[in-house]
């Protein structure tokens, strides 16, 4: 059985930004050694005199580090995500699927309860390590969510699956009247169907794509990067009525 992996305790960046996680022991990279003793939170040098800058892992870190299998959801579709869904001490939330936990561990992080579905064994194992390597609590079940919901009065649905308009047939009981449902799909034609069908019981506030564009500021180099992740998926944003 795999192991859950151990947190991220420190970060080092070196030259241009270049990042380096560290849980246990001495530090072993390309430009030398630093012994676990001199891993302290401010300039280090590795044996053979190169500079880097040493400070602790925060939970962004540690998502970096999560053990992976499904397709993960990015921070960018997190963050709109977020950003659109009331989040308070009181919101009580349904997700599914699970995937490797990763929005699951923020919504955890930004509201009362959090309840996630998955159907796949293997990604429900992942996503259970991933709880405990993140430090965040939400109940975790094997379960279909085309099947039913058993939760009752929850204030949001976020669903990261393939087929999201099998899940509006479940709304009406568990779903409070102007509660959010939002929904990640990567193909336009999910969009499509899951917009039409919602709309006999939600209205829908918005349909957009996240695009992150990084720049390089670092004089005199001074343009958006050449690459870039382009596509992650459409999301939708309903609210019931
Ligand atoms: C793309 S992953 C989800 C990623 C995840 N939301 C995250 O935060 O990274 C989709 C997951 O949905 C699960 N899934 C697909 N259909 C499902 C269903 N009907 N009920 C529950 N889980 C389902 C899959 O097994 C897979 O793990």
């Known amino acids: 059985m795999a192991k859950i992996r151990k947190p991220v305790k420190k970060v080092l960046y070196g030259e241009e930004e270049r990042k380096f996680y ?21 300039k280090v040098k590795t044996h053979l005199g190169k500079e880097l800058i ?28 977020l950003g659109n869904i009331p989040l308070d001490a009181k919101t009580k939330i349904l997700d599914a699927g699970a ?15 959090v309840t996630s579905y998955e159907n796949n064994e293997i990604h ?7 709880m405990q390597l993140l430090g965040v609590k939400y ?13 009752k009065n929850l204030d949001v649905i976020t669903l990261d699956l393939p087929e999201p308009w099998r899940v509006l047939p479940h709304i009406e009981t568990t779903l409070k009247v102007g509660g959010s ?19 006999k019981t939600c209205i829908v506030v918005k349909v957009c794509e996240v695009i992150e564009r990084e720049w390089i500021v670092d004089p005199p180099r001074l343009r958006p990067n050449h690459q870039g992740l382009m596509h992650t998926a459409f999301l939708v944003f309903l609210r019931r009525y």
């Not at 849980?23 to 003793?37: F, L, R, T």
């Not at 109940?139 to 939760?151: A, M, N, S, T």
């Open 22 to 42: 560290w849980s246990e022991g001495d530090v072993h990279i390309q430009s030398g050694v630093i012994k676990e003793k001199d891993l302290k939170n401010s």
């Open 54 to 81: 040493c400070m602790p892992a925060n939970f962004i870190d540690q998502t970096e580090r999560i053990e992976r299998g499904p397709a993960v959801i990015r921070l960018k579709d997190i963050g709109i995500i």
């Open 99 to 113: 995937g490797c936990g990763m929005l699951a561990a923020f919504l955890a992080r930004t509201s009362k309860n």
């Open 124 to 130: 429900l194992e992942i996503a259970k390590r991933n």
């Open 139 to 151: 109940k975790l079940k094997k379960k279909d969510i085309y099947e039913g919901i058993e939760e």
């Open 181 to 199: 449902i939002v929904a990640f799909l990567p193909h336009i034609s999910q969009v499509e169907r899951l917009v039409t069908e919602a709309k």
